[in-house]
């Protein structure tokens, strides 16, 4: 299995020699950048007949022999560094951006691959706002992390070193000056934003991603708000966690402000003391003009290019909470940590044999025994809460059984390959989940290979079609908003059994369906001979059934075929008395 616990760094390090050769650019633009303020210096000293302040490397392309000669040749010796600076820079930035795209590609491909591959349970527990905001916001933060602020930071320390460098060069008092400045800024800097901003930086963070999926649930459910008149409500609540968000992220804004004024305050002081010492050494006769205004424009330079420093080093305190939540999310194992290693031939001969499941000291199944023959329909019924979808979880192995054996074709279903098994399954929810896009594009969207139009007329869903605007071209709008529930419904089973699979499970997906329709659906499936699993609270939809279950607690109560189960008169018998009744009641009210 690829160890997705290191991916972030093995992503990082994938294209690094690309970043290397921009960070390399990047120094060499730097160096050649410092010796700007050193030409000035240079062109006042030649108006003033003083000391050279050039290194005599770059002297020797000077023309001494007169003023004008000098003036000259030092413009031309600087266009040719000016030029030579464009196409660094020009090269630095555009390896820098052809990594950070690769980056940001990988890291959003490698976020997806896992978000697929990790457990229902674990997804189901994690809202979509937070999901939403990890997989666009986190992976965009890192890329740019890289973009920006760790090349900013990058940029601001080589550019304050190789100042200080050429400070160095020519006065070392400026240079220890600057030395201190520099490293008590950093430090100031790293423990302000470690020990006051970080905090809450990661508190406002965890607040946007919770008011993200509040209006993702409030706009996915708004059909649901509107009828139980329910907006004032739903405003109130995300008022409450945007007003604190708001004083939160104000609290850190102030935070901020208190940082830039020290900072501001502690440059003052730099500025003051540096200037003060350039002047008193040129008075004093210890440097010349040339010197004095190159060492003033050297320590501009080293102030100019701290604030970035600590504006980047901010940045990446910020930009760590997603770093954090990118490296937490990718060190959840995936369901396939856990897989077995057959894919032997799946008919559809099921056996389950003392299966237990637990939730959190919860039994949802106890010494479930079943024995299901290829091509039989099992009907499974019994209240909410009974274990009923659990049951046929176990078969797609989203959820893995306590103990007991649960075999299909003879093997272990804990030793079949899950992606094989799956191959071979085909599970309809009640909640059928439709794209935004066209009624044909929705039909074939598992399997184009395979014409769906008889299909469409099985499930008597042809006609409904064919009065939509534009038929089968039809935009059916997010999760198929435009479609009623029983269309909804049929346009799943009928992608379903467009796969052809040899087992099929339809989990209370006939809800939305008449009872007439439903009963052609079940014709059609028994004739695709298709081990199937119809779990249903309304009886007409497992009547025909080869075998049917009663659950309660967790327990098969009873077991028989439709006629067995009325003579037994038990839970089933009940149920359906109970259920013609109201079939009745409502037949004479229609009437």
Same mark, same amino acid.
């Given at each position: 299995m690829k160890n997705k616990k290191n991916i972030l760094w093995k992503i990082t390090f994938k294209y690094f020699p690309i970043y290397l050769i921009s960070i390399a650019f990047l120094i060499f633009h730097r160096y050649i950048d410092s010796y700007i303020s050193l030409f000035i210096g240079q062109t006042i000293a030649i108006l003033s007949n003083g000391e050279n302040v050039l290194p005599n490397f770059l002297l020797k392309f000077i023309n001494f022999s007169n003023t004008h000669k000098a003036i000259v040749s030092l413009s031309m010796t600087l266009l040719v560094m000016s030029l030579i600076l464009i196409v660094a820079r020009f090269i630095s930035n555009l390896t820098r951006r052809i990594y950070t795209k690769k980056l940001l590609v990988e890291v959003s491909v490698s976020f997806y691959e896992h978000s697929i591959k990790l457990p229902a349970s674990y997804l189901s527990s994690i809202s979509t706002g937070n999901l939403i905001q990890r997989c666009i916001d986190d992976t965009n933060n890192y890329a740019r992390f890289y973009d920006r602020f760790f090349f900013n930071i990058f940029d601001s320390l080589t550019m304050t070193f190789i100042y200080l460098v050429q400070i160095f060069l020519l006065s070392k008092v400026l240079f220890y000056i600057g030395l201190v400045a520099s490293v008590f800024v950093l430090c100031f800097s790293l423990f302000f934003g470690y020990f006051y901003i970080r905090k809450k930086e990661k508190e406002v963070s965890d607040l946007s991603a919770k008011l993200d999926s509040m209006g993702q649930q409030s706009f996915s459910n708004i059909n649901l708000v509107k009828s139980f008149d329910n907006e004032n409500e739903e405003e109130r609540k995300f008022n409450e966690v945007n007003k604190e968000k708001e004083e939160l992220a104000h609290k850190v804004q102030l935070l901020h402000q208190t940082y830039w004024v020290s900072i501001d305050?502690?440059?003052?002081?730099?500025?003051?003391?540096?200037?003060?010492?350039?002047?008193?050494?040129?008075?004093? +006769?210890?440097? @010349?003009?040339?010197?004095?205004?190159? %060492?003033?424009?050297?320590?501009?330079?080293?102030?100019?290019?701290?604030?970035?420093?600590?504006?980047?080093?901010?940045? &990446?305190?910020?930009?760590?909470?997603?770093?954090?939540?990118?490296?937490?999310?990718?060190?959840?194992?995936?369901? =396939?940590?856990? !897989?077995?290693?057959?894919?032997?031939?799946?008919? +559809?001969?099921?056996?389950?044999? !003392?299966?237990?499941?637990?939730?959190?000291?919860?039994?949802?199944?106890?010494?479930?025994?079943?024995? $299901?023959?290829? +091509?039989?329909?099992?009907?499974? &019924?019994?209240?909410? +809460?009974?274990?009923?979808?659990?049951? $046929?979880? %176990?078969?797609?192995? %989203? &959820?893995? =059984?306590?103990?007991?054996?649960?075999?299909?074709?003879? $093997?272990?279903? *804990? @030793?079949?390959?899950?992606?094989?098994?799956?191959?071979?399954?085909?599970? $309809?929810?009640?909640?059928?989940?439709?794209?935004? *896009?066209?009624?044909?594009?929705?039909?074939?969207?598992?399997?184009?290979?395979?014409?769906?139009t008889p299909y469409v007329h099985q499930v008597d869903l042809h006609n409904d079609i064919k009065d939509f605007e534009y038929g089968y071209q039809t935009i059916v709008g997010e999760r198929g908003v435009t479609l009623s529930g029983g269309q909804r419904q049929r346009m799943s089973i009928v992608r379903s059994m467009l796969k052809n699979k040899k087992i099929l499970v339809l989990d209370d997906s006939l809800s939305a369906v008449d009872n007439n329709i439903s009963k052609s659906i079940r014709q059609n499936i028994k004739n695709i001979n298709a081990t199937t699993f119809i779990i249903s609270h309304n009886l007409i939809n497992v009547m025909d059934a080869d075998k049917i279950i009663v659950l309660s607690d967790g327990k098969i109560i009873e077991s028989g075929n439709h006629d067995s189960l009325l003579k037994e008169k038990g839970h089933y018998y009940k149920i359906w008395n109970l259920q013609q009744k109201l079939e009745e009641v409502t037949s004479n009210e229609g009437k």
């Amino acid at each position: 299995m690829k160890n997705k616990k290191n991916i972030l760094w093995k992503i990082t390090f994938k294209y690094f020699p690309i970043y290397l050769i921009s960070i390399a650019f990047l120094i060499f633009h730097r160096y050649i950048d410092s010796y700007i303020s050193l030409f000035i210096g240079q062109t006042i000293a030649i108006l003033s007949n003083g000391e050279n302040v050039l290194p005599n490397f770059l002297l020797k392309f000077i023309n001494f022999s007169n003023t004008h000669k000098a003036i000259v040749s030092l413009s031309m010796t600087l266009l040719v560094m000016s030029l030579i600076l464009i196409v660094a820079r020009f090269i630095s930035n555009l390896t820098r951006r052809i990594y950070t795209k690769k980056l940001l590609v990988e890291v959003s491909v490698s976020f997806y691959e896992h978000s697929i591959k990790l457990p229902a349970s674990y997804l189901s527990s994690i809202s979509t706002g937070n999901l939403i905001q990890r997989c666009i916001d986190d992976t965009n933060n890192y890329a740019r992390f890289y973009d920006r602020f760790f090349f900013n930071i990058f940029d601001s320390l080589t550019m304050t070193f190789i100042y200080l460098v050429q400070i160095f060069l020519l006065s070392k008092v400026l240079f220890y000056i600057g030395l201190v400045a520099s490293v008590f800024v950093l430090c100031f800097s790293l423990f302000f934003g470690y020990f006051y901003i970080r905090k809450k930086e990661k508190e406002v963070s965890d607040l946007s991603a919770k008011l993200d999926s509040m209006g993702q649930q409030s706009f996915s459910n708004i059909n649901l708000v509107k009828s139980f008149d329910n907006e004032n409500e739903e405003e109130r609540k995300f008022n409450e966690v945007n007003k604190e968000k708001e004083e939160l992220a104000h609290k850190v804004q102030l935070l901020h402000q208190t940082y830039w004024v020290s900072i501001d305050i502690f440059h003052s002081l730099f500025r003051f003391g540096a200037f003060l010492f350039i002047g008193y050494s040129y008075i004093k +006769g210890r440097i @010349d003009l040339g010197l004095a205004t190159t %060492l003033v424009l050297l320590s501009t330079k080293v102030l100019q290019h701290l604030p970035n420093l600590l504006n980047s080093l901010n940045r &990446i305190i910020k930009f760590s909470v997603s770093i954090s939540r990118l490296q937490e999310y990718f060190k959840k194992d995936d369901e =396939y940590s856990i !897989n077995g290693n057959k894919t032997p031939n799946i008919e +559809g001969d099921i056996i389950f044999t !003392n299966v237990n499941k637990s939730y959190d000291n919860n039994h949802v199944l106890k010494n479930i025994n079943l024995t $299901v023959k290829q +091509g039989e329909t099992i009907g499974i &019924i019994g209240r909410s +809460g009974s274990g009923k979808s659990t049951l $046929v979880n %176990l078969l797609t192995r %989203l &959820i893995e =059984y306590d103990d007991g054996s649960l075999t299909i074709n003879g $093997v272990e279903i *804990k @030793d079949i390959e899950k992606r094989h098994l799956r191959e071979n399954l085909s599970f $309809v929810n009640q909640q059928a989940y439709l794209f935004a *896009k066209t009624v044909e594009d929705n039909l074939t969207i598992l399997e184009k290979s395979r014409d769906f139009t008889p299909y469409v007329h099985q499930v008597d869903l042809h006609n409904d079609i064919k009065d939509f605007e534009y038929g089968y071209q039809t935009i059916v709008g997010e999760r198929g908003v435009t479609l009623s529930g029983g269309q909804r419904q049929r346009m799943s089973i009928v992608r379903s059994m467009l796969k052809n699979k040899k087992i099929l499970v339809l989990d209370d997906s006939l809800s939305a369906v008449d009872n007439n329709i439903s009963k052609s659906i079940r014709q059609n499936i028994k004739n695709i001979n298709a081990t199937t699993f119809i779990i249903s609270h309304n009886l007409i939809n497992v009547m025909d059934a080869d075998k049917i279950i009663v659950l309660s607690d967790g327990k098969i109560i009873e077991s028989g075929n439709h006629d067995s189960l009325l003579k037994e008169k038990g839970h089933y018998y009940k149920i359906w008395n109970l259920q013609q009744k109201l079939e009745e009641v409502t037949s004479n009210e229609g009437k």
